[in-house]
């Protein structure tokens, strides 16, 4: 049965601040907020009843909007993400300094970005279309056991590289503190209304450390990354990055940095002093995520930095002629010319070395812990924290001020690596 030709249909209800109408045989309907201020919504129907019932309830949805000072037009949680990421962005192009006061900070890391970018896509796929007033405890919650499952429902070769199966709890953790963060975003900016924050979060419960090498397998790794620069005797490039691996891997190891803030080091960035014992050391100026703080290498390593210097030296000459040059090495977008303490052959910022660490810990056979627990690069900031504590030659309040974190998270993720002989001993 065809339907009924409404072109041209008009009607005014509720005091004449409804309208119903038709366009191009489509019921529409257009609704008088106030201040010569109009919503308009396609009922979607060719039909007359269907669209008189359409248009009554939206009528009182704006009413019941309105009583509970929720906005009249709503919006989608992937606006409120769009929106605070561009937020986020502006302060990374900024580059301002982190405040003491973490409440008043305006500053955003390339790290944190980077991961904000990343978890914002789970909840786009989880939540994007749903309105940011309707995210609830109950949506929050279901978020955990659709993140769990989320990889192995595509296959294996869509998924992106270095994908973990299955979460961390910790990883679920940050991941609803996030959205968390976003839904005061929208609270702050009346984009919910009266609406009550929800207040659920994932707790781990368990906390889950990244393994620790031994300083049996520290040595091995750092002699078989010495027997891996020595096998690439033809091509200099290659040699290069080798090389910088090496000392990469080697200062971090004997500073604790994180791999973001050694990524971020620029030459500037380094204090060359002598400590009370007459010993040349640097101290580095790094911006992580806990703010601007001074890093103290250990003195044994300050010839791993010497080496990274002299080597930019040799090299800068090659850099500064491929950058006037306008060359473009490694497919990259342009040559980035700068101060950058660890450089690629280009001269590019190092975004990530993990994939070659990784290739180095293949080739010693040394990919996991005897715990069956995957090696990283944040394991050598584990390697660190322990040497440390297992030396005992410096305090864990110390400790924790160099590497940027706190003494609970020292005691609850690295403390317990300390070996109770050890501990004994110090006690003793």
């Not at 129907?45 to 359409?54: F, H, I, Q, V």
């Not at 005897?370 to 944040?378: H, I, K, T």
Request: charged share 30%; glycine share 6%.
């Amino acid at each position: 049965m065809l339907d009924e030709n409404f072109d041209g249909f008009e009607e005014l209800t509720h005091e004449g601040k409804l309208r119903l109408y038709t366009r191009n045989g489509i019921f529409q309907a257009r609704l008088y907020i106030g201040g010569r201020r109009y919503l308009a919504k396609s009922l979607k129907t060719r039909k007359l009843g269907e669209a008189r019932e359409l248009a009554d309830n939206f009528w009182h949805d704006i009413r019941v909007k309105r009583e509970q000072s929720l906005p009249i037009k709503g919006r989608r949680f992937s606006e409120v993400i769009a929106e605070y990421l561009k937020l986020r962005k502006t302060q990374n192009q900024r580059g301002l300094k982190k405040s003491p006061d973490r409440r008043s900070q305006e500053h955003t890391s390339d790290q944190n970005l980077r991961q904000m970018e990343r978890v914002s896509k789970f909840w786009l796929a989880y939540c994007g279309n749903r309105a940011v007033d309707t995210i609830d405890n109950a949506v929050l919650t279901d978020f955990v056991t659709w993140r769990r499952d989320f990889y192995s429902k595509i296959p294996e070769k869509n998924r992106p590289r270095n994908y973990s199966l299955y979460p961390a709890d910790k990883t679920l953790e940050w991941e609803t503190i996030f959205a968390l963060t976003l839904l005061k975003y929208a609270h702050e900016r009346g984009y919910r209304g009266a609406k009550q924050l929800p207040s659920y979060y994932y707790k781990a419960s368990r906390v889950k450390t990244r393994p620790s090498f031994t300083r049996i397998e520290y040595r091995h790794l750092y002699e078989g990354m010495r027997r891996w620069i020595n096998a690439e005797k033809k091509n200099e490039m290659r040699r290069y990055t080798r090389e910088l691996l090496r000392d990469y891997v080697l200062i971090l190891a004997n500073s604790g940095m994180r791999v973001g803030e050694a990524n971020n080091l620029r030459e500037r960035d380094l204090i060359k002093f002598t400590d009370d014992l007459g010993r040349e050391n640097y101290r580095f100026i790094v911006n992580g995520k806990t703010g601007v703080r001074e890093v103290v290498l250990r003195t044994n390593a300050v010839r791993y930095v010497d080496r990274c210097l002299e080597r930019n030296a040799l090299w800068r000459e090659r850099w500064e002629k491929a950058a006037s040059e306008g060359t473009k090495a490694h497919n990259r977008k342009k040559v980035n010319h700068s101060d950058w303490l660890f450089r690629m052959a280009d001269s590019n910022q190092v975004i990530s070395l993990g994939d070659q660490f990784q290739k180095v810990l293949e080739r010693e056979s040394m990919t996991h812990s005897v715990d069956g627990e995957a090696y990283s690069l944040y394991s050598l900031r584990h390697f660190y924290a322990v040497q440390m504590l297992r030396r005992g030659k410096a305090n864990v309040f110390d400790i924790a001020r160099n590497m940027g974190t706190s003494v609970h998270i020292i005691e609850s993720y690295y403390g317990r690596s300390a070996t109770s002989a050890v501990v004994a001993a110090r006690l003793g």
